[in-house]
């Protein structure tokens, strides 16, 4: 139930005025404004340089850190009313810096500008713990009406959170899959779906996994003996073949780019002959890939 917020920006550059795109990955600390982003073209932008928001350039932002080659840490420089608290505060910052933004739409998949639609289709319609910058593309076939069809037919739902994030898109460039180092990402995973899956289970039921992202969550938070457990933190997991699962025994994911890590989770759970077939199948077929594509559902028998 991640939400996605708009995470692309568009700044000037103090002094020259260079247009500078601004891609916010999290925030760092609420009371002081501070937010880990990447920055393009990022040889422009240096500790100290200022970089201003909007038509009015009301929003300012300040360089303190350079932390990786693209990677910046900002200082949002934002005062707000005197008379609120720090609370309405950083609400009502965040508001109008997000109110600057736009749909963070995959450049690796989507190849046009953002269109307004984009930020409701961008969505999943259980989307509800604000983190992402991407959304968990398998949400995205889920209807309200497919919801209600599913519980009519006495299928719970569980709900858990992982923050998706722009190592999704990162290509997989070593031969050697265990050298291969994927984002932390930060999970939530709470009593009420622990209570569901871990009923399901012992009843023997069937557990269907809404994309990687989930897998990828409940995997990393299940214990010795296969049940789920509750956590609160970050992962960094990354699932290939060969793996042993043990929660789910069903899948729901779209169809994933070659090199990808989640089409290495798809490869480990089906069988990467069935797998490749399956592809192969799709693209012949004419299905879509990636955001905005399709979807295949893969069952363990």
Known sequence: NTKVFPARLYG???????????????ELNAEQR???VLVDPARKIRIGNKLYFGEDESMVAEV???????????????????SDDEETKHRKFKEELYALGETPLPREMIDREVEPEDEERF????????????????????????????????????????????????????????????????????EPAVDIVNQAKETRNNICAIGTTAMRAIETTVTTDGLLKEYEGWTNKFIFPPYEFHVANHLVS???LP?????????????????????QVAMDEGYRFGTYGDAMLIIDK
Do not use: C
């Open 259 to 279: 090199y990808s890590t989640q089409l290495m989770l798809v490869a480990a759970f089906g069988g990467y002959d069935f797998v490749m077939n399956a592809y």
């Open 34 to 36: 501070l937010w880990d």
């Open 12 to 26: 000037n550059k103090e002094k020259t005025g260079a247009r500078i795109e601004v891609f916010l990955l999290r």
């Open 64 to 82: 303190i850190d350079n932390t990786t080659s693209r990677g910046r840490t900002l200082r949002f420089l934002y005062d707000g009313d005197e």
């Open 123 to 190: 969505q999943s319609i259980f989307a509800e713990v604000e983190g992402a910058v991407t959304a968990p593309s398998a949400n995205l076939h889920f209807s309200r009406e497919l919801m209600k069809r599913m519980e009519i037919k006495g299928i719970e739902k569980a709900f858990i959170t992982l923050h998706a994030g722009l190592g999704n898109f990162r290509e997989i460039d070593v031969e050697d899959l265990t050298k291969h180092k994927v984002d932390s990402e930060q999970i939530i995973v709470a």
């Open 254 to 256: 779209n169809f994933h």
